[in-house]
């Protein structure tokens, strides 16, 4: 099982860089860079690609919306390149408050778009040229919809490789579907694994049956937050309120992806009273409205022994990563979790 985590929104390039190589060296396998409304994530993954040696790197994620398919291809393959094929496409939808309030996008169809982006991208990194008639984009532009002079073209640069993996971060039965007909990989949030089975099974067994064998076994990873010590108890109480916010905040009352989680794993009167609170402006209280068991149940935060055994349901549930969010207040009391995470691993 391999080690990831997801670096910090509002990170310095250069600290974030200087960390992450001493990450690296601990045994960390694969580090995110997110995209929400901050820097790009593509400038820090460049970056990185520069400062590490061995370490896979994803976008987590690039935004469905705020690229052109074939930019979308580009960028991958550019950063493939100064990576040394050490890249992961991190694709996702969002959620319409960042696409239709930061990009001013409409946020419409994920489902058909992703499916299209990624035969575009694979199309455009195989250095064919570009033809797509799809619903959500045609390319070249019909001459009924634009100028009349556009003609298929081929990526000029010759790519590291013509399948970069694509990952896909999907909650919903018939996203999480399509992720497992199409990607490489599959990043949930708030993954249970004692409960996974039963709240998305079916949508991964529907996808595997349409799956190309030459994509290879689905790589799923989780993003349990950790901590290792006998007395780290208290530490569940700072997963609650980023919880609280997915749950409660991300997304309208009646549309929010992370809710609808939090129901389907049976805590559905705690999901209504979360949001309640949160959209109240009542966020400290919707964080105490957080259940204990239902951090615990998504997180490695516990004495060695505990976390061993949690790592272990987690295998058994089929994640082949732990993208851990170490909750350390330094670098070297991250760098220690992961040492820690990887012995674990390891025996």
């Known amino acids: 099982m391999r080690i990831g985590l997801t670096t910090n929104y509002a990170g310095g390039f250069e600290a974030t860089a200087a960390e992450i190589a001493d990450l690296e060296r601990a045994g960390l396998d694969i580090v995110f860079v997110p995209e929400a409304y901050s820097f790009d994530a593509v400038s820090a993954l460049g970056f990185l690609a520069a400062r590490t040696t061995r370490l896979q790197l994803a976008s987590g994620i690039l935004q469905l919306y705020t690229r052109t398919p074939s930019l979308t291809a580009m960028t991958a393959a550019g950063l493939d390149y100064v990576s040394g094929g050490r890249f992961v496409l991190g694709l ?41 008639a799809g619903r959500y984009y045609q390319i070249p532009l019909p001459a009924d919809q634009g100028t009349g002079l556009g003609k298929p073209l081929k990526l000029i640069n010759h790519p590291v490789r013509e399948r970069i993996p694509i990952l896909l971060a999907a909650l919903g039965p018939k996203n999480v579907e399509l992720t497992a007909e199409l990607a490489e990989g599959w990043q949930p949030i708030f993954f249970d694994p004692d409960k996974a089975e039963r709240v998305w099974g079916e949508s991964l067994a529907a996808g595997r049956a349409k799956r190309d064998p030459a994509l290879g076994e689905l790589d799923i990873y989780a993003g349990p937050a950790l901590a290792i010590g006998d007395d780290v108890e208290p530490l569940l109480d700072w ?28 805590y559905g009167d705690a999901a209504a009273r979360i949001q309640e609170l949160y959209l109240s402006g009542e966020k400290t209280a919707a964080a105490a409205a957080v259940p204990t068991e239902l951090v615990r149940a998504v997180s490695l935060i516990g004495p060695a022994g505990f976390v061993a055994e949690r790592v272990a349901a987690f295998a058994a549930a089929g994640v082949t990563c732990l993208n851990v969010a170490p909750l350390g207040t330094d670098t070297a009391a991250r760098v220690g979790l992961i040492e820690q995470l990887r012995s674990i691993i390891d025996a």
């Open 92 to 132: 996702g939808a969002s959620g319409p408050q960042v696409v239709e309030g930061f990009h001013g996008v409409p946020y419409d169809a994920p489902l058909g778009r992703t499916r299209e982006i990624i035969e575009i991208c694979r199309q455009v990194w195989r250095r064919e040229e570009v033809v797509h």
């Open 239 to 266: 997963v609650k309120p980023m919880m609280a916010l997915y749950i409660g905040g991300m997304g309208a009352r009646t549309k929010n992806f992370y809710f609808e989680l939090a129901t389907r794993y049976g």
